[in-house]
């Protein structure tokens, strides 16, 4: 057995935060885990995350943008994620293809049916067991990217990796709402999947609730030898 658990939510829900800490929780304890992100997570993935979230790249047209998110995708399933289910691991994922469907199609207005055709393309059809939903209203996600993006952090909160604010933050409110919204449908198409936690609560009270909902699978993958 394997676990592929991915994380979605708008910028600022603390994604890149709680995959963290679960990485590092399931590290701790030996299970097999590795700690992956979209778009980049490779060699080849990190140079078409430059291209697609570059500020200046304003002419990119919403095809190019969608072909390289998935190119990315393909080269992660293929390169990182799937290898590792196969070897019966655990692998989180901060965004996947929820993501595309959310930004590129309800975000960009671009046909979900093109859209799910290309992703079956790029994932060879692989989905997560368990997805978070972090979930926080879309200014209120902006808003503490914004702040931190300007360098004032609240205090007491641990900083994960220094994301630039990017291409995609800076698109108008409206579009960022009509994302929320499409989360929102592609939780009601698929609700046994999906696992919606509140992102207003502290960084602690959502991390104990992730590792109480990943806890039960774990009963099926065996710990790492210790090495003596
Ligand atoms: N539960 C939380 N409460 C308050 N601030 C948080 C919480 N989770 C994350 N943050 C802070 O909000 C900012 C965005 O978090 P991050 O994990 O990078 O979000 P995302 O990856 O979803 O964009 C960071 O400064 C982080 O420290
Ligand atoms: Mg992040």
């Not at 595309?100 to 979900?112: E, H, I, K, S, W």
């Not at 393309?121 to 503490?144: H, K, M, N, Q, V």
Request: aromatic share 8%.
């Amino acid at each position: 057995m394997s676990l592929f658990v991915t994380f979605e939510g708008p910028e600022g829900s603390g994604k890149s935060t709680q995959a963290r800490l679960l990485y590092e929780s399931l590290h701790a304890r030996r299970y097999p885990v590795i700690l992956t992100r979209e778009p980049g997570g490779t060699r080849i993935g990190d140079l078409i995350r430059r291209i697609v979230l570059d500020l200046q790249h304003t002419e990119m047209a919403p095809t190019t943008e969608t072909l390289l998110f998935s190119a990315a995708r393909a080269q992660l399933v293929s390169e990182v994620i799937r290898p590792y289910l196969e070897q019966g691991g655990i692998v989180v994922c901060d965004r996947y293809a929820d993501s595309t469907y959310a930004y590129q199609g309800y975000g960009l207005g671009r046909d979900l049916a093109e859209l799910r055709m290309i992703t079956a393309a790029a994932t060879g059809g692989l989905r997560p067991d368990i997805t978070f939903y972090l979930d926080i209203s879309a200014e209120a996600g902006l808003e503490r990217k914004r702040r931190r993006h300007a360098g004032v952090r609240p205090t007491g909160q641990r900083s994960v990796e220094q994301e630039e604010w990017n291409r995609l933050d800076a698109r108008e409110l409206e579009y960022h709402k009509r994302v929320e919204a499409g989360y929102r449908e592609l939780i009601a198409q698929d609700p046994e999947r999906w696992r919606v936690l509140d992102a207003r609560q502290s960084i602690e009270a959502l991390a104990e609730q992730i590792a109480a909902i990943i806890e039960p699978y774990l009963a099926s993958i065996p710990r790492l030898e210790a090495v003596p």
